[in-house]
Structures are given as C-alpha cells and as structure tokens.
C-alpha cells in the first residue's frame, strides 16, 4: 500500500481517511490514480490532486461500509468498484451485523485494490452474470453460515469481524495467522484459480505437478484433515498445515501468502523500510522478478519479526518458506506476470 498525503496541504494520511485532520478538505480515494485527491468547488480553481465536487462524490456506503472511495455522481447515489462487488450483505436494521460488515468492506477495500494494481482481472457480475465475481458478506448470528468460493462468489461469516470469535479460532485451528484481510485474499485464490488456471492446459498441468489433483474428494479430504490433521514433515513442503488438506487449499494458502508478501512489501518501500524496487510495478516482475521478491522479502520479514518480539508481540509473519513452497508461489507469480499487461 501506497503512502498516502493530503494534495492541499501535504499532510501524511491512511489509506482510510475521508477528511484530512489537518486543513479540513474533504478526501476520497481514486482507484485510477492510487491516490487521496481532494474534493472541492471548482470555483476554488484546478489544482493537481483536487476533484470537482459537482462531478464526483464518495461512495454511497460512505456511512455504512466507511468508504472513502470516490464515484461519479449521478441522479441516484453509487457505490464504488469495490462495494459494488458486494451481492449480499446484512440488512439495515441488523444493529449486530452492520459494524462486522464495515469492517469486512475495510478488508475487501485493501484486496481490491491490490489486486488493481496487480492488474489482474476483476470481473464482476454485471460483466458475467453467471460466474462473475462477488461477495456474500453474511452474518452467522440466525444460522450457519460457511466462509468460501463457489463459481465466482466469496462467502464471509462476519463473525470473523469479532477479534474474540476470531481469536478462538485461531487457537482451536492451530493457525498462527488469522485476519478478515487473509481470509480474502484466500478466497480470491481460489477465484483466480477457477478464472485463470483451470481453462488452461498449460497451467493446469503445472498445477498439477506442483499442488497435486484439483479434483480429488474434496470432502474426503477435509474429513481426513480434521480427523488426522496435517502429515509429519508437513513444513517442508507447505506453507500451512491447512494447505495439506487438498490441492486447490494448498493453492489457496499458496496466492494469499504471495498477496501478503506483494503489500508488505508494497508499503515498506513506501515508508522507506525496502528498497523502492519492492513496489508493486512491472519492474519486479519477468523472468527474474520473483527472485528480486523473494531476496527483498525474507530479510524484510526477520526484521520486522524482530521489532514485533521488541514490541512483546507475536512474530507479524510467523511462517517459513521452504523451497518446495517458493517454487508454488513462483508459479503463482509466472501466472500474475504472463496474464496482466506488461505496460
């Protein structure tokens, strides 16, 4: 993620701000320009980074989601890219779900935009009807509700928006990480797999070779996994031991952990923590790109474990990349690089 600053007055912000706490001008992200820009009167003149406030407004779900992303505006309210994905979601009325459901949107807002940047394909339903995708974001509070991928829609308890829920669940499932954030870019592996690896020979026949059989019992497996768990010796060639449970959740662990090292990277070169190669542009792609990745990452990674243990914290990427996993994750990356336009 960017490091962001108030066009008007210079002022550092967050990704999330719609107001700058500094001189007061209203803000609203643009997806196109990566930016904050500032939202004004054109009476007030043209400046660089300042919209025209008569052709441009925040998000419809500026209250309800906290989007600070800008639209166009128009005789009926709009939602943004990233809100507008979103097929299901809790009712007005539901006082328990709605925070949980901001809280999501903030999440998905930061995938979205990440995966813009990547330029990987972002179809949705109004462009594919059928397996276009979305978001169900659900509240478990009535009924079952099963986080997941079906043919282009992403299912999200919001139950995962309470850190006590989520928390207790980590600990149950063993799972050293567990955040809304990685609960989606897992989901959108298993999207990008049904979008770009499974209509392809080539592809599918490397997945293979590396992930295993995509259409094995899924069902077996899961019952095998929570029965027995993962196998002995797990770590050397997984990145977790849910990836063990079944190919296409190996591949799904696999693509949530390149985003996570993208963005972490992405944002540290921002801040100046990695060099200014590590951000998210073409030059770290190609034949070589993934090796510049992957030498910039894993210092980057002990360092930062090493100021959360000065902090009393737990590690903030507790997890090893053996070379099996580096050779996923290198297809992985083959894949974003050959399938996104190289401009």
Not at 94 to 119: T, W
Not at 206 to 227: K, S
Request: hydrophobic letters at 40%; glycine letters at 6%; proline letters at 6%.
């Amino acid at each position: 993620m960017r490091d962001f600053s108030c066009p008007k007055c210079g002022q550092r912000l967050a990704f999330e701000n719609s107001l700058c706490l500094n001189c007061g001008s209203a803000l609203g992200f643009s997806l196109k320009d990566m930016a904050l820009l500032v939202i004004a009167p054109a009476d007030q003149g043209e400046h660089p980074g300042v919209v025209d406030s008569r052709r441009y407004r925040l998000c419809a779900n500026l209250h309800l989601a906290e989007c600070n992303w800008l639209v166009e505006t128009g005789p009926v309210p709009k939602l943004c890219i990233s809100c507008a994905l979103t097929r299901t979601r809790p009712n007005d009325n539901d006082a328990m779900a709605l925070p949980a459901f901001a809280a999501a949107e903030k999440a998905k807002r930061r995938l979205i935009a990440q995966l813009y940047e990547l330029k990987l394909p972002i179809i949705g339903r109004d462009e594919d009807p059928a397996y276009g995708l979305a978001f169900d974001l659900l509240s478990s509070a009535d009924h079952k509700v099963f986080t997941g991928h079906q043919n282009g829609v992403i299912t999200l308890d919001l139950a995962e928006g309470d850190d006590v829920h989520r928390t207790r669940l980590r600990i149950e499932m063993d799972e050293p990480y567990r955040t809304l954030l990685g609960h989606f870019r897992h989901e959108i592996g298993h999207y990008y797999f049904y979008r770009l690896v499974s209509p392809s020979q080539e592809y599918s026949q490397r997945f293979r070779e590396l992930f295993g059989d995509p259409d094995a019992d899924y069902q077996a497996a899961l019952d095998r996994h929570y029965e027995h768990g993962a196998p002995p010796g797990w770590d050397d060639r997984y990145v977790s031991s849910y990836a063990t449970m079944h190919a296409s959740e190996d591949w799904a662990e696999t693509f949530a952990h390149y985003l996570h090292i993208r963005d972490t990277l992405d944002t540290a070169a921002a801040f100046g923590f990695a060099p200014a190669g590590a951000m998210c542009e073409r030059t770290v792609l190609g034949s070589s790109g993934f090796d510049t990745i992957i030498e910039l990452w894993l210092p980057l990674a002990w360092g930062l474990n090493m100021v959360n243990r000065s902090m009393g914290r737990d590690d903030l990427y507790p997890f090893v990349l053996p070379p099996a996993v580096l050779e996923k994750m290198r297809f992985i990356h083959t894949i974003v690089d050959e399938i996104t336009p190289q401009k």
